[in-house]
């Protein structure tokens, strides 16, 4: 705020771009599989769904 470069302003989560989020009422659905996912996993012997090892594969893990 004062002119000087911060420091904070440097970090990567702040320099990179980021993905867009989807539009409603897609993010609604896709927030509510990654919700119901862990659950079902849980219920499941720990058997991930198709869903959640996308997720994995794209470094965005959700355990359960």
Known sequence: MDGEPAERAELMTVRRE???FPPEP???LGVQLTRWSPDRAGHDQGRRNAWL???DGLGAGVGS
């Open 26 to 28: 897609l993010s609604y």
């Open 53 to 55: 090892r996308t997720l």
């Open 18 to 20: 980021h993905l867009p």
